[in-house]
């Protein structure tokens, strides 16, 4: 999954990206989740251990503890007040856009090679552990495409045109291989008609309105 509905903005002003709480639509959203998840037995909670996948988490599977696994945060951005506006609005419209390269780095951050580095880790790491079936991870939007990308490909393509709606479910068979079941389900709007606009737009029509 990816994490509910978030505000990196409160009174016009932004927020450390580390610390925000899902919002109530984002609450309502997870709900959604678990909803749709009712009777499946996980074994294991795996988050990022930011806050908005741990509050989704706990919404999502209220019985069992989230582990976080640090490794799967969310792409690091860079320093956004050294660049101008046009290079912003290149920067977010451009993040996630069709094959992106190693070497893109996101909004002047971290590379796409440094999310593969550590993400590929963690799902080896989980995959050497035969002691569950089921799992719920609840991560963020550039952490799961690498993911399915990753499963989709075989390799280090990072697919961006794989959108991940708030509190989207993605449904992956693991083992010898991969079969990719559902990507971006979200049941609290299932034929997303909610908007149009990828999150990457939604983000900078938020931080260009600041």
Not at 88 to 102: G, I, R, W
Not at 123 to 141: F, K, N, P, S
Request: with cysteine; hydrophobic share 40%.
């Amino acid at each position: 999954m990816r994490h509910g509905e978030v505000s990196y903005y409160e009174d016009g002003r932004p927020v450390h990206p580390d610390g925000v709480p899902l919002t109530a639509a984002g609450r309502e959203q997870a709900q959604a989740a678990a909803d749709a998840m009712a009777g499946i037995e996980f074994d294991r909670v795996i988050t990022s251990s930011l806050p908005r996948t741990v509050e989704t988490a706990r919404i999502v599977a209220p019985g069992l503890e989230p582990e976080p696994w640090p490794e799967l945060r969310e792409l690091t951005s860079g320093r956004l007040a050294d660049f101008t506006e046009q290079e912003l609005e290149a920067m977010f419209l451009s993040a996630f856009k069709d094959v992106v390269p190693e070497d893109a780095r996101f909004l002047g951050g971290e590379t796409i090679g440094e999310l593969y580095d550590r993400v590929i880790a963690a799902l080896e790491r989980l995959l050497a552990d035969d002691g569950w079936d089921t799992v719920l991870a609840v991560l963020h939007g550039g952490v799961n495409r690498a993911i399915l990308s990753y499963a989709l490909t075989g390799g280090r393509t990072f697919l961006g045109n794989l959108e991940q709606a708030p509190a989207c479910i993605n449904i992956l068979d693991v083992g010898s291989d991969w079969i990719v079941r559902a990507v971006n389900v979200t049941p609290y709007d299932l034929a997303h008609r909610r908007t149009r606009s990828t999150t990457m737009e939604e983000l900078w029509s938020q931080f260009r309105s600041t």
